[in-house]
């Protein structure tokens, strides 16, 4: 089993609103990631968590805060955010971080599609 | 800086046809290439991990190569069911706390009757 869940599908909010996006995953990985993607964009990296420690935060505004409260779960909680941001939100998984010599692909969710008014 | 080119940027193929999408790459020391691919509104769906040189994967109608420079996704005799875009992503030598993958733009296919 390869799947990683989503929720909400879709989400939209205005530039008050506090809002979380959740992502699951069951396959026993210890890494797991927050993407950000615009239309006919690649995936950009936001945060990375390995062994529920926060990682790598690729200088993501703060109006974005992951959390990773155990192995299986990822949030990620929205504040204050700008029509800007309005993205699809993809959440990811792998076996481990990859580190020296060692390489693992990563498992993507369906991806919360988020509109900010 | 690792950079990841894929072209063409969109392709059309009526059904049969087979074709090549390509995948060039510039890293300071390749770990592996990974070949996605994306539905629209989904995420990526993963498809092969291919580590070195003369490295060869297959999947139904697809076949996926590796040279020291690029990566080629071979489509044979493709069906309207393999339109997606897809993605080419490079991980290179660890250099600092994680090595991050490196996403290409992708190429959108479309695969008419």
């Known amino acids: 089993d390869t799947e990683v869940t989503q929720t909400p599908k879709h989400l939209v909010m205005g530039m008050t609103n506090k809002k979380s996006l959740k992502c699951e995953q069951h396959?026993?990985?210890?890494?797991m990631y927050w993407y950000k993607q615009k239309a006919k964009k690649p995936p950009e990296l936001m945060f990375v968590?390995?062994?529920?420690?926060?990682?790598i935060n690729e200088s993501v505004p703060s109006r974005f805060s992951p959390e990773c409260p155990n192995s299986s779960l990822l949030n990620l909680h929205l504040h204050a955010l700008q029509p800007e941001d309005s993205a699809l939100y993809l959440c990811?998984?792998?076996?481990?971080?990859?580190?020296?010599?060692?390489?693992?692909?990563?498992?993507f969710g369906p991806g919360t599609r988020l509109t900010v008014t | 800086e690792d950079q990841v080119t894929q072209s063409p940027e969109a392709l059309r193929l009526q059904e049969g046809e087979s074709s090549s999408l390509n995948c060039s790459y510039t890293?300071?020391?390749?770990?592996?290439l990974f070949w996605y691919r994306q539905d629209p509104g989904k995420g990526p769906e993963f498809l092969f991990t291919l580590y070195s040189a003369g490295e060869e994967k297959e999947k139904e109608r697809l076949k996926a190569t590796l040279t020291k420079k690029e990566s080629f996704l071979h489509i044979t005799a493709p069906k309207p069911e393999d339109s997606a875009t897809y993605l080419c992503a490079v991980q290179a030598v660890y250099t600092g706390t994680a090595s991050k993958l490196t996403f290409g733009t992708g190429t959108r296919l479309q695969v008419t009757l």
């Open positions: 890293v300071s020391g390749l770990r592996g």
């Open positions: 396959m026993g990985h210890r890494a």
């Open positions: 968590y390995s062994y529920e420690k926060l990682s």
């Open positions: 990811a998984s792998s076996q481990d971080q990859a580190r020296k010599g060692d390489i693992y692909e990563q498992y």
